[in-house]
């Protein structure tokens, strides 16, 4: 059944076009994921799909008594109405009825007793039973409870914008639709409510569309891709993991079909050029082809740009936690804490919301006081924070100035300088958008721009907090590229899945206060878990093997130790160092040799200046094994 059917709608603000005659339509079944580059569209095409926007022409079709509940980036509220009274707060018969029952239990639980009212209260409770809708009550509070909200009489002027959110998610979720549109729904929720919310949409007999970057939830609920680039859309059947290779193969047959048409168009022009006239059918009917071939647009893809490693030098002395304690309101947050970090650690820290994991990143970085424990930072530290709160943005500003405040350019372990502009182009932000003021750009694209602010800054610790909020999957892509690239630590709390298994190698978890570390990303994380529950659950026949099995487990990366490649690296690394240095000095005595040769001069010193920038690469590394290597023997000393 066709529930609702969009053709040729058009959409533009100023002079940049958001949809250029699109059309598409939405069946029963349809688990529909919209992604797309952060100001492209994607939220005012919802906000067109539900009635909130206009268009400028095309037609929109809605099947009878086909119902759409909507979830967007600004829902309204009232701050004195209470969590309950949000959840039920709709038009649909169903919502009335449950907020007058939960308004008339509250006036007769802080009131003396009223006969009338509660009079009123049984006649309501009996229309309730009669469309048994004390399940939709009792699912509200169970989906609640799921996204960590359990006192239903709070105000929700007193609630957190985090809180807020997922209390207008389980309000978008209770209420009865044929359509469900969703507007970045995992947002500021922690990973196991993400899982949830997996779980529950895949059960529901709903049709679905939203927008989300979050890539795991889209593989695991989607059954249908659109992409929103540049006013098209583009609509491919299956999850997001079918949608990667069939984009691949779209991509390829329009590349194909371009070269064919530039072909013609050459074609086509010679005989243009020759003096053809339209005389006749035949040739009107050639030249009306020509310019339709001339006219017909093709959108390219955006470049790659390539760049070396970023960030200033770190040497040996990192940042080191001792016995790092903290508390509020006399419930510990962080017991004891202890570690050191490594150059090239890639650390996400997770949790459920509310456990200390922005704590930790605060005492890291200075902003809040820890109760007891030390905070040791080496002096070639240079830590920056890339937080959710971008409020200090002077939105009179331009793009460019504000990513240059940051710096000019930033220096690379090559010796290339990167300037602020090539940086934002590889952060998609093109010429026209690099000077357009902030207040011009959407939510997202100032998120990016913040930072890109930050990135200049060239910190050798970088801190990021809920990164991916608000990002689109295009800016995390390149992120993650960058993280792989970038020379220093990287701490960073985050509830995207598939962010944290991409560039993480070890795991920070908070439970009750306490911080388990593990090795790896992720999906080894959970892999850890279930092994600890599995051996947690097993009778303790031989309870000592079984704890030492477990602390292995769990502390296997609290101990310093070399990877399988690392090791390999450091048996090497002074012979490879040695063969480098015999190679520049044999090059500058061919170059003493030759000095009046310059063709051969110059070849040679590009071979030098080659070898030179891989033995400096070399002796950063000679530097990073050496330090860890003594870290495994002070371990190894203490046992």
Same mark, same amino acid.
């Given at each position: 059944?066709?529930?609702?059917?969009?053709?040729?709608?058009?959409?533009?603000?100023?002079?940049?076009?958001?949809?250029?005659?699109?059309?598409?339509?939405?069946?029963?079944?349809?688990?529909?994921?919209?992604?797309?580059?952060?100001?492209?569209?994607?939220?005012?095409?919802?906000?067109?799909?539900?009635?909130?926007?206009?268009?400028?022409?095309?037609?929109?079709?809605?099947?009878?008594?086909?119902?759409?509940?909507?979830?967007?980036?600004?829902?309204?509220?009232?701050?004195?109405?209470?969590?309950?009274?949000?959840?039920?707060?709709?038009?649909?018969?169903?919502?009335?009825?449950?907020?007058?029952?939960?308004?008339?239990?509250?006036?007769?639980?802080?009131?003396?007793?009223?006969? %009338?009212?509660?009079?009123?209260?049984? @006649?309501?409770?009996?229309?309730? %039973?009669?469309?048994?809708?004390?399940?939709?009550?009792?699912?509200?509070?169970?989906?609640?409870?799921?996204?960590?909200?359990?006192?239903?009489?709070?105000?929700?002027?007193?609630?957190?914008?985090?809180?807020?959110?997922?209390?207008?998610?389980?309000?978008?979720?209770?209420?009865?639709?044929?359509?469900?549109?969703?507007?970045?729904?995992?947002?500021?929720?922690?990973?196991?409510?993400?899982?949830?919310?997996?779980?529950?949409?895949?059960?529901?007999?709903?049709?679905?569309?939203?927008?989300?970057?979050?890539?795991?939830?889209?593989?695991?609920?989607?059954?249908?891709?659109?992409?929103?680039?540049?006013?098209?859309?583009?609509?491919?059947?299956?999850?997001? &993991?079918?949608?990667?290779?069939?984009?691949?193969?779209?991509?390829?047959?329009?590349?194909?079909?371009?070269?064919?048409?530039?072909?013609?168009?050459?074609?086509?022009?010679?005989?243009?050029?020759?003096?053809?006239?339209?005389?006749?059918?035949?040739?009107?009917?050639?030249?009306?082809?020509? %310019?339709?071939?001339?006219?017909?647009?093709?959108?390219?893809?955006?470049?790659?740009?390539?760049?070396?490693?970023?960030?200033?030098?770190?040497?040996?002395?990192?940042?080191?936690?001792?016995?790092?304690?903290?508390?509020?309101?006399?419930?510990?947050?962080?017991?004891?804490?202890?570690?050191?970090?490594?150059?090239?650690?890639?650390?996400?820290?997770?949790?459920?919301?509310?456990?200390?994991?922005?704590?930790?990143?605060?005492?890291?970085?200075?902003?809040?006081?820890?109760?007891?424990?030390?905070?040791?930072?080496?002096?070639?530290?240079?830590?920056?924070?890339?937080?959710?709160?971008?409020?200090?943005?002077?939105?009179?500003?331009?793009?460019?100035?504000?990513?240059?405040?940051?710096?000019?350019?930033?220096?690379?372990?090559?010796?290339?300088?990167?300037?602020?502009?090539?940086?934002?182009?590889?952060?998609?932000?093109?010429?026209?958008?690099?000077?357009?003021?902030?207040?011009?750009?959407?939510?997202?694209?100032?998120?990016?721009?913040?930072?890109?602010?930050?990135?200049?800054?060239?910190?050798?610790?970088?801190?990021?907090?809920?990164?991916?909020?608000?990002?689109?999957?295009?800016?995390? @892509?390149?992120?993650?590229?960058?993280?792989?690239?970038?020379?220093?630590?990287?701490?960073?709390?985050?509830?995207?899945?598939?962010?944290?298994?991409?560039?993480?190698?070890?795991?920070?978890?908070?439970?009750?206060?306490?911080?388990?570390?593990?090795?790896?990303?992720?999906?080894?994380?959970?892999?850890?878990?279930?092994?600890?529950?599995?051996?947690?659950?097993?009778?303790? &026949?031989?309870?000592?093997?079984?704890?030492?099995?477990?602390?292995?487990?769990?502390?296997?990366?609290?101990?310093?130790?070399?990877?399988?490649?690392?090791?390999?690296?450091?048996?090497?690394?002074?012979?490879?160092?040695? @063969?480098?240095?015999?190679?520049?000095?044999?090059?500058?005595?061919?170059?003493?040799?030759?000095?009046?040769?310059?063709?051969?001069?110059?070849?040679?010193?590009?071979?030098?200046?080659?070898?030179?920038?891989?033995?400096?690469?070399?002796?950063?590394?000679?530097?990073?094994?050496?330090?860890?290597?003594?870290?495994?023997?002070?371990?190894?000393?203490?046992?």
């Amino acid at each position: 059944m066709n529930l609702i059917t969009l053709e040729n709608i058009s959409k533009s603000y100023s002079e940049t076009i958001l949809l250029d005659n699109i059309s598409l339509g939405i069946n029963t079944g349809d688990k529909i994921g919209l992604i797309g580059l952060n100001g492209s569209g994607k939220s005012t095409l919802l906000k067109i799909i539900t009635g909130r926007d206009e268009f400028f022409n095309g037609n929109i079709t809605k099947g009878k008594d086909v119902r759409i509940e909507y979830l967007g980036q600004d829902t309204k509220f009232d701050e004195n109405s209470t969590i309950i009274d949000q959840i039920f707060n709709g038009d649909s018969l169903e919502m009335k009825l449950l907020k007058e029952y939960e308004s008339l239990v509250d006036y007769l639980n802080n009131h003396e007793f009223d006969a %009338d009212i509660n009079d009123k209260l049984i @006649k309501l409770q009996d229309k309730i %039973d009669s469309l048994n809708l004390w399940s939709l009550e009792s699912e509200a509070k169970t989906i609640l409870n799921k996204l960590g909200i359990s006192d239903y009489s709070m105000k929700m002027g007193k609630l957190s914008g985090g809180q807020k959110k997922r209390v207008f998610l389980a309000g978008a979720l209770i209420k009865p639709c044929d359509l469900l549109v969703l507007d970045e729904p995992t947002n500021h929720l922690d990973s196991e409510s993400i899982e949830w919310l997996e779980e529950y949409l895949n059960s529901k007999n709903i049709s679905l569309l939203m927008i989300t970057h979050d890539r795991y939830f889209l593989d695991r609920v989607s059954n249908k891709i659109l992409e929103l680039d540049r006013g098209k859309l583009y609509s491919y059947t299956g999850n997001y &993991t079918t949608y990667l290779e069939k984009k691949v193969e779209r991509i390829e047959l329009e590349q194909s079909m371009e070269e064919k048409r530039q072909k013609l168009i050459a074609k086509e022009l010679q005989w243009v050029r020759r003096g053809a006239k339209a005389r006749t059918t035949k040739q009107k009917a050639r030249l009306q082809r020509f %310019d339709e071939l001339v006219s017909k647009e093709y959108i390219e893809e955006r470049p790659k740009i390539d760049m070396p490693f970023i960030g200033s030098r770190l040497g040996k002395k990192t940042i080191e936690l001792i016995d790092i304690c903290k508390s509020f309101n006399n419930k510990n947050i962080i017991n004891n804490f202890n570690y050191t970090f490594l150059k090239e650690d890639r650390i996400g820290i997770i949790g459920r919301n509310g456990v200390g994991k922005t704590t930790l990143l605060n005492i890291i970085t200075g902003d809040l006081k820890n109760d007891n424990g030390d905070v040791i930072i080496g002096d070639t530290v240079k830590i920056k924070s890339f937080t959710q709160d971008d409020s200090h943005m002077d939105l009179s500003m331009r793009a460019i100035d504000y990513i240059k405040e940051g710096g000019e350019w930033i220096p690379t372990d090559s010796g290339i300088k990167i300037s602020a502009s090539q940086l934002a182009e590889r952060f998609l932000f093109d010429g026209t958008k690099q000077y357009t003021p902030i207040e011009k750009l959407s939510g997202g694209e100032r998120r990016r721009l913040h930072l890109l602010r930050i990135l200049m800054e060239s910190p050798n610790v970088l801190i990021l907090d809920e990164p991916t909020n608000d990002l689109d999957i295009e800016t995390l @892509k390149i992120l993650e590229d960058f993280i792989d690239e970038f020379v220093g630590i990287v701490i960073v709390v985050s509830h995207d899945r598939y962010f944290l298994d991409r560039i993480c190698n070890k795991i920070f978890a908070f439970d009750n206060g306490n911080i388990s570390i593990y090795n790896g990303n992720y999906s080894d994380f959970l892999i850890y878990k279930e092994i600890e529950d599995s051996n947690s659950n097993k009778a303790d &026949t031989n309870s000592s093997k079984e704890k030492k099995k477990k602390e292995y487990i769990k502390n296997k990366d609290t101990r310093p130790k070399f990877t399988f490649k690392e090791q390999k690296e450091f048996e090497t690394i002074y012979d490879d160092i040695e @063969k480098l240095e015999i190679a520049i000095s044999s090059i500058e005595e061919e170059m003493s040799k030759n000095a009046s040769n310059y063709g051969l001069l110059s070849e040679l010193d590009k071979e030098k200046n080659t070898l030179e920038e891989e033995l400096m690469f070399k002796y950063e590394r000679q530097e990073y094994l050496e330090n860890l290597d003594l870290k495994i023997k002070e371990f190894n000393s203490q046992k």
